[in-house]
């Protein structure tokens, strides 16, 4: 046997039967317990190994790499794949993301103006829940389409994928113009806007995940904040051209600026990993099977259920108190998102530092209290009466004001933290398939949530207290299961990181 010593990697000597100690990187000696060793091994004493307990720590380690060790169980895959966390390259990427959400975000946000505008002049003679088809169409796209897109992301980047959806996006808001029939809606909005949508957002967030680890949730906080600032930008833009330049050239120049914010994510947005070996371009549901993941699944399908109630009726829900102006109804989406961009960034800040599960339960559960604590009452106190009682108007645009900002600001995170959260489960080359999965069951969500609101809206004779408790029992349900996911991972340690 040669005793010349070969020398080894800190970290990486794995313990045999015939050593009762290992070195760690400190180089410290531990010891190790050969009763639990002789339960895993087979008892293998020769000369040599009882040579090696009684000598020093550096002869140990000699005999120890040139005795040949029982065969080990194959050591735990790790992940080699390194992040940037920032960097001019980096940064590009999340201002390209950025850009793109701007816009493809921000033609989501302002679903409340549209509903409020075309169902009191082009489908004046439709009700909500029919009209709601259109926006849960559009939803259902956006979120659903990605079962498709996240693999094809995953096998061959970003590049033609957003380019495509640039074109569909733009197109979809210069036919909106021209719409006068329902049909006109439903195609141009819900379906070619929907696919727009798709394109664009599926790209911008995994690519982040190129470029960023354990800031992941940040930068992709900050890309998120995009569509909120597209969602207190263009209602306020809206509001005002409607007035002063009708319907038409207000969405044709909402359109040109869409052509510019395309462009930059054209530009900007990339990927940076090789495709992880073995990939296709074909959706997994087998990963459904993972308690975490399906869990992760149901919680956002229910948020997704809550969130869009209030996006979608919210600015109708204002025109019908009689408490506010026109105008004022109007802008009220314009604050419900202006929480929605701090929403989007500060969460996910903290999420790199507290747990990106702990700051979407307090999220979630903050949701909770502003829909059932804030919204309820108030539409509690406008609903119509039998006997015409005087409403407290005070009580009633004051309560919309408060929630329009707690909840901007607490559902904020519904979009920036649910793909970080989906990623901590699964390889970053992977995350696309992953991402594109949960979507597609959340999709169902989207599809139905608007409808089912505004048929709950039409049921209860046109008062809004209805789909407070709607939207407030979802937020519940999404709760319950984000909660369990943390327990799963880490049990009931409420100071656990995670």
């Known amino acids: ?78 992940d080699d794949v390194t992040y940037p966390e920032g960097g001019t390259a980096a940064w590009l990427v999340v201002l390209g993301s950025f850009s793109g959400m701007m816009a493809a975000f921000g033609y989501m946000n302002v679903i409340s103006t549209y509903q409020a505008y075309i169902s009191h002049h082009q489908l004046a003679e439709y009700d909500e829940s029919t009209i709601g088809w259109i926006f849960s169409v559009y939803a259902f796209l956006s979120f659903g389409a990605g079962i498709f897109i996240g693999p094809i992301f995953d096998a061959y980047g970003p590049r033609y994928l957003v380019l495509g959806g640039s074109v569909a996006l733009v197109l979809s808001v210069f036919l909106m113009s021209i719409c006068t029939l329902y049909w006109h809606f439903l195609l141009a909005y819900g379906i070619l806007g929907g696919l727009g949508t798709a394109l664009i957002f599926t790209p911008a967030v995994a690519a982040i995940g190129h470029w960023f680890n354990a800031k992941r949730a940040n930068a992709t ?42 462009g930059v994510a054209n530009l900007l947005i990339r990927s940076r990993l090789p495709p992880k070996p073995g990939s296709s371009c074909v959706p997994d549901f087998r990963i459904l099977r993972f308690p975490a993941l399906a869990l992760v699944t149901a919680g956002t399908y229910f948020m997704e259920w809550g969130l869009f109630t209030p996006i979608a009726y919210l600015t109708s829900y204002a025109l019908s108190t009689g408490a506010v102006s026109s105008t004022f109804a109007f802008q009220i989406i314009a604050i419900f998102n202006a929480g929605s961009a701090l929403g989007r960034w500060l969460p996910g800040y903290l999420a790199d530092k507290w747990g990106r599960y702990n700051l979407s339960i307090l ?87 608007t409808p089912i609101a505004g048929a709950i809206i039409g049921a209860n004779g046109g008062a809004y ?30 100071n656990a990181v995670y």
């Open 221 to 262: 906080g900050i890309a998120a904040a995009g569509g909120a600032v597209g969602g207190v930008v263009f209602p306020l833009m809206l509001e005002a051209l409607f007035v002063r330049m009708g319907w038409a050239w207000a969405l044709r120049i909402q359109g040109f600026i869409f052509v510019f914010l395309v």
């Open 363 to 449: 999220a979630l559960s903050a949701c909770l209290l502003s829909s059932l604590g804030l919204w309820l009452p108030s539409a509690i106190l406008s609903a119509p009466t039998a006997d015409g009682a005087t409403k407290d108007n005070t009580a009633i645009v004051s309560l919309l004001i408060v929630f329009s900002i707690f909840m901007g600001f607490a559902s904020g995170s519904n979009i920036s933290l649910t793909p970080v959260c989906v990623g901590m489960l699964c390889d970053t080359q992977e995350y696309g398939r992953y991402y594109a999965t949960c979507y597609s069951i959340v999709s169902l969500g989207t599809l139905t949530g």
């Open 1 to 78: 046997m040669s005793t010349d010593f070969k020398g080894s990697k800190p970290g990486l000597i794995t313990d045999t039967p015939a050593v009762d100690f290992h070195v760690d990187p400190s180089g410290r000696s531990q010891s190790i317990d050969k009763t639990d060793i002789e339960k895993q091994w087979p008892a293998r004493q020769s000369a040599s190994s009882v040579f090696l307990a009684k000598t020093s720590q550096d002869e140990g380690r000699e005999a120890h790499e040139s005795s040949p060790p029982a065969s080990p169980p194959p050591l735990e895959k790790t």
């Open 465 to 494: 207290w209805g789909i407070a408790c709607w939207a407030g029992g979802n937020y519940v349900m999404a709760l319950l299961c984000y909660t369990a996911v943390r327990v799963l991972k880490v049990g009931w340690k409420w």
